[in-house]
């Protein structure tokens, strides 16, 4: 195959290489790059067209962009072109001394400029990631001490036994490779949307980092062994050091233990699997959920990364065009789970609070799949009861453009709020919103004062109370004491009235060290909370036909139309009961439009 000559460009960038030099595609044909064997500085490379029906060994590469702005030079076909230095970093680990190695590489395989090209190819990624002979994860250059991370992972995923576990975990001597996971694990390649179909699909996976290559399953044998050693994760990565207590949070607010357990390759699917339901009615939505958290550059890629990891059936049902809008992309979503599912709790994921700019002009039952929330719908929530409002009522719905018809229950309309806390909120700022939250809801109540507080707990953490909770006299003086501790603690400016100062010394079963890890089990993962921080007064809670909870929604407009505001926890009404008076006449099947 012959090229035409080329300038020195940027291959990965935003030159015209991809528009006017190389040559097209043919049908079912892929990029496969030669990377040759060579002992110089230089890397070079070549481009070979092969057929995705009968292709060679090959190695496709796992990594992420980085810096637009940091370029390396390396030689394509004899001519000098630029790439990112992750990509260069990512070729020279893969390069060999002896022989040439074929792989698969977005930024070269496929012309980014060309945006029918691009979208044929996202159509061929699934494959292309399965019949590669192997997938490189390229996590970067050494850093941070990762090759004693790497070592220590090694340590670790040959001690599944806790017994084995606790004595390396608990050495002192160990921090500093603790540490070093850490950084590992928060790397920007965890972050990257296109990762999780890209090892999904891969048949035997190897991971690079500076200098050490391992195979996969270290990483996730490692993470394994983190998941199910969390009590002691929490126990030895808090103390004190040089005379301050720290209590093992990372720069990103997430605590050491946390982020060694579900960060890095237990965010991703090979650990976590998705096999689960990627085959099931409902997997769409489920995918759409597990990946929120994933960065991707264009916003349209929230939904076309991750084709790879849908049934055949459902990948028919979305069609890749870049050339749609962010706006019709993402409506479509919706339309296809509620239409294939008889299922409204997508709309949920529509997440309003902290409040941020919707680019795409999004109705607002349209969740903005490129924004990460920090937190989640509530039937999303990894809950020991799963709610059922509506039971089996199939969704009733109408869509019309931005307009959303849907049939329901009306049960209140909102007539106070309490203080709205985002989801990295400082524990100050969840201790304010609690005595509020306390004076309103037990002010609202008449009745036996226990029974009043453990309703206002339970609603705190929306009806999930931990399995080992024997009576909720315990339970409910359990909650006091930590919160009235905390109170004293962190506020000390704030008084107590005379209640909660006496829970204070309720209880000494619950030490200082473990009042953060109680609130954690007790009301983690949004629980402190009963509804959207965009709540208002006015605002309407009602139960649609086919949701798993109630919503909030607000008049808007002189037409009677109304704007999603999120979804609620309701004392009472989070297993049927809406329904069920509905069935009994006591209340009426009500139309509501969403815009």
Known sequence: MSHTPWKVVDAVLTDNLWVDRIQQL???????IRVLPTRTSTIKLE????????????VAVSYTWGDPGDTKRLDLDGTEIRVSSSLHGALRALRQHQESVLVWVDALSINQQDSVEKTLQIQLMTRIYRLAKSVAIWLGPEADESDSATRFLKEVAQKPDARDFTPL?????????????????????????????????????????????????????????????????NRYLSGTEQGKTYTGVSRNHFTYAAILANHGPS???????????????????????????????DPKDKVFGTLGLLSEELRNDIRVDYRSTVKSIYTHIVDLIVSTTGRLD????????????????????????????????????????????????????ALDGNL??????????????????????????????????????LGQYKGEKLDNQYHFF???????????VKSPGDWVTACNHVFASLLRERLPELPLDRELEDYVHATRTIGPQDRRQFLQEHFGDRRLGMGSGYMAVGDAIIVPFGCSTPIIIRPE???????????????????????????????????????
């Not at 043919?26 to 496969?32: F, T």
């Not at 049960?411 to 306390?438: C, Q």
Request: charged share 20%; net charge positive.
């Open 169 to 233: 975990i608990s050495s002192g001597i160990r921090k500093a490779e603790v540490r070093a996971v850490i950084s590992l694990f928060e790397r920007e390649y965890w972050n990257r949307l296109w990762v999780v179909q890209e090892v999904f699909n891969a048949r035997k996976i190897l991971v690079y980092c500076g200098s050490s290559v391992l195979p996969w399953e270290t990483y996730t044998d490692a993470a394994s062994v983190f998941r199910n050693n969390m009590k002691v994760l």
């Open 346 to 397: 997508v709309i949920c994921d529509s997440i309003h609070y902290p409040l941020h700019a919707n680019n795409a002009s999004l109705p607002s039952w349209v969740p903005d799949w490129s924004h990460n929330p920090g937190t989640k719908a509530m039937g999303a929530m990894n809950l020991t009861s799963k709610f059922s409002a509506s039971l089996s009522q199939k969704a009733k719905v």
């Open 267 to 297: 965010s991703l699917p090979k650990s976590r699997s998705l096999t689960g339901f990627i085959f099931g009615e409902y997997s769409l939505l489920e995918v759409m959920r597990a990946c929120r958290t994933k960065n991707a550059t």
């Open 47 to 58: 481009i070979l067209h092969r057929s995705i029906t009968s292709p060679p060994d090959y």
């Open 458 to 468: 339970r609603a705190l953490c929306l009806n999930q109370m931990p399995s080992e």
């Open 404 to 441: 959303l018809e849907l049939s329901g229950v009306e049960i209140d309309t909102i007539e106070v709020h309490g203080i709205a806390v985002g989801p990295l909120g400082k524990l100050a700022d969840y201790l304010m919103a609690f005595v509020h939250w306390r004076a309103l809801f």
């Open 557 to 595: 407009g002189s037409d009677g139309g109304y704007r999603y505001v999120g979804d609620a926890y309701l004392n009472g009404f989070m297993y049927g009961r809406a329904i069920d008076q509905w069935r009994k006449g006591e209340r009426k099947e009500l139309k509501f439009k969403l815009r």
């Open 26 to 32: 043919g049908k079912d044909e892929i990029r496969l």
